[in-house]
């Protein structure tokens, strides 16, 4: 796991989950302080990302984007990075109580099998 973007994961900021494969592509946004990594997977509550849910029985290939101007990148200040990986979600579990007792609005949990990370800035 790259330590940049450890880094960047404890900053806040917007995080955005795209279907790559979808056409047209889907995307929905959540806050990095609701993500959680565990392996090499990310686990994030969800309440709503239903356009990106009806994708994944056709591919379940994402895309989702990180970045803090917090953190030093390639040319300066900012770092941000592309994570691609495979998604599917859950409704039950020891990750999925565990992340419902901390967000009680989520009905589902993403995760994300992280395949790839590039730093991009």
Known sequence: MNAKFLEVLQHEGPVTI????????HVVNTW??????????????????????????????????????EVEGTVGPGAGF??????????????????????PWLTRMLVVEIDDIQQKI
Request: glycine share 8%; hydrophobic share 45%; charged share 20%.
């Open 18 to 25: 795209i279907t790559i494969n979808a056409n047209p592509a």
């Open 32 to 69: 990095m302080s609701y993500i959680t990594l565990k392996d090499q997977q990310l686990l994030i509550p969800a309440a709503g990302m239903h356009s990106i849910e009806a994708d994944f029985p056709t591919d379940n290939h994402v895309l989702l984007t990180f970045g803090s101007k």
């Open 82 to 103: 592309h994570v691609a990986g495979r998604g599917h979600f859950v409704e039950s579990g020891a990750d999925f109580d565990a992340k419902k007792a901390q967000f």
